[in-house]
């Protein structure tokens, strides 16, 4: 049943998210398509409200109420910023705006947006991590939670394998190609 509800939460996130660019770009309403993307977050708080009442009516958390909690995380510390690819995209196809700045290919400039990049995804892993070890608390029996000990694990992998991108662009930066 969570999963479903994982699942509906993304598809509510990219129709929250396409619902408000257009009724700002397409049909012109500023209003409408404001309030159409403030309720993209609402998408997180309905997975969590949904996973909370889920444990405290005594389940056992699994796979999926991980899969919740880091979708939350990386939610919160993306979101943001995938908005506002999809904002610059959208204005400039349907709204004429200016084509979407790129990020940088080569030298200390890539670095630097690799570390920003990373930054996020520090900022995922610490609020899924919170998420999860607040279950545990809120749960309070570690034969129940002991999935979401493993998730803790797994993001903390994750986060480690990322950091090799930034570490890779500071040693090594890109350069253009000659010729």
């Not at 709204?95 to 890539?110: E, L, S, T, V």
């Not at 990373?118 to 309070?140: D, E, Q, R, Y």
């Not at 029996?141 to 394998?161: F, H, K, P, Q």
Request: glycine share 10%; with cysteine; aromatic share 12%.
């Amino acid at each position: 049943m969570l999963l479903a509800i994982i699942a509906g939460c993304e598809i509510g996130f990219w129709i929250f998210l396409l619902a408000g660019l257009t009724a700002r770009y397409l049909l012109r309403w500023r209003r409408t398509g404001a309030a159409l993307l403030v309720c993209v977050p609402l998408v997180d708080l309905v997975l969590l409200v949904a996973t909370v009442l889920d444990l405290r009516a005594g389940a056992t958390a699994d796979f999926t109420h991980g899969l919740a909690a880091a979708y939350i995380g990386f939610s919160v510390a993306f979101g943001h910023s995938m908005i506002r690819w999809a904002d610059t995209r959208f204005a400039h196809r349907f709204a004429g705006g200016p084509p979407p700045p790129r990020p940088p290919k080569y030298g200390m400039a890539r670095a630097r947006h690799e570390w920003r990049e990373f930054g996020k995804a520090l900022v995922a892993w610490a609020i899924s991590c919170a998420l999860l070890l607040g279950a545990i608390v809120m749960v309070g029996d570690a034969e129940r939670t002991e999935a979401l000990a493993g998730w803790i694990g797994r993001l903390s992998m994750v986060l480690g394998i990322w950091a090799l991108w930034p570490i890779t662009y500071t040693l090594w930066p890109a350069k253009p190609k000659e010729g």
